[in-house]
């Protein structure tokens, strides 16, 4: 009974882990508007810079410094790697659940 629950549990913490992971990269495919240079792993379409391939990283609009686990590509600020969180720019105090990482606010 108890490999039973065990080998559940391992099933539950693999899906919620594939979740993550495929909600992650769901952010990071999102066209956005085109300020400047686009990215890297980024091209011009229209007035968007949109992702090139389905493994362009997080990309978001560079307002002052970029926040921990991306760094300056273009002007943007683009995601270090596929495990750097999700960020926004920092409007006032942040959201619960994200904390403030340079001008943005960072998921914790």
Do not use: F
Request: net charge positive.
């Amino acid at each position: 009974m108890r490999i039973v629950r065990l080998r559940v549990c391992v099933a539950a913490i693999g899906m919620l882990a594939a979740q993550l992971v495929v909600s992650q990269l769901a952010w990071a495919q999102m066209p956005m508007e085109k300020h400047g240079s686009c990215p890297s792993g980024y091209h011009q379409s229209g007035n968007y810079c949109t992702p090139s391939s389905g493994s362009s990283l997080p990309a978001l609009q560079k307002i002052g410094s970029c926040p921990s686990g991306y760094h300056q590509s273009g002007d943007y600020c683009l995601a270090s790697s596929n495990s750097s969180k999700p960020a926004m720019p920092k409007s006032g105090s942040c959201p619960s659940g994200y904390h403030q990482s340079g001008d943005y606010c960072l998921k914790s």
